[in-house]
């Protein structure tokens, strides 16, 4: 019953072109989603977010998107860059700023 | 000067042992948390403490148990250790003024490097 869903387990990605991260969570009372960056051997860092009454945050090459009728967001990043390999973690705010993460997403971005 | 430190980075253990993971934070915050990555790579949140209260308590075995001695510190004590529990543990912290959105808590949580528990 995992109520957040990263279905993509891996994406590959030339430097310099876009990077599309997809979400998708069951949940309709979470109020805040989040990205987070991850490199080996360290913890999460927090990438941006957003809330659950917009529908778009920027910031510099990264862009979230919310969709909630379809219960889906993503996260942009143009131009993607060699540094931006990484795993990705989309994770769902509900009660208490308990966060439920979804399993991950490795971007290799090639240079 | 870590902003979230955990130590020991690396435990490696026997079956039955009883070990703890020690967390420290200077960042200020009020809330504390512990999350476990498993082998299938999610991170599950176990428990949450906010200014030495616990507020968070997941469906986790009763060998698990935290330890606040103050609101920089949580620390996680595991009994009788079991194979099941070799994971990577990350404590994290955050500081919350209120759940309502838009009053500067956005669910930002900061977290430490992660402690790679193994059991043998």
């Known amino acids: 019953d995992q109520q957040v869903k990263q279905n993509s387990p891996s994406l590959s990605v030339q430097e310099g072109r876009i990077s599309i991260l997809n979400c998708d969570y069951t949940n309709s009372m979470f109020d805040y989603f989040l990205w987070y960056k991850k490199y080996p051997a360290e913890g999460p860092t927090f990438l941006i977010s957003i809330s659950s009454i917009k529908d778009k945050n920027e910031d510099g090459r990264f862009t979230v998107f919310l969709n909630k009728s379809a219960k889906h967001l993503s996260l942009h990043i143009v131009p993607s860059q060699p540094g931006d390999s990484a795993v990705y973690f989309c994770?769902?705010?509900?009660?208490?700023?308990?966060?439920?993460f979804g399993a991950g997403t490795i971007l290799r971005v090639k240079s | 000067d870590t902003a979230v430190s955990q130590t020991p980075k690396y435990l490696v253990t026997q079956m039955g042992n009883d070990k703890s993971i020690k967390c420290e934070q200077n960042l200020g915050h009020d809330t504390m948390y512990w999350y476990k990555q498993d082998s299938k790579k999610f991170l599950k949140i176990m428990f949450s403490y906010n200014n030495k209260e616990l507020i968070i308590n997941e469906t986790v075995p009763n060998r698990f148990s935290p330890k606040s001695p103050d609101k920089a510190h949580l620390n996680l004590h595991i009994n009788s250790l079991e194979l099941g529990d070799s994971a990577v543990y990350f404590c994290?912290?955050?500081?919350?003024?209120?759940?309502?959105?838009?009053?500067?808590?956005?669910?930002?949580?900061?977290f430490g490097e992660g402690s790679r528990l193994t059991v043998l």
């Open positions: 994290a912290s955050s500081q919350d003024r209120t759940s309502r959105v838009g009053f500067g808590n956005t669910g930002e949580l900061f």
């Open positions: 994770a769902a705010r509900e009660y208490g700023n308990k966060l439920v």
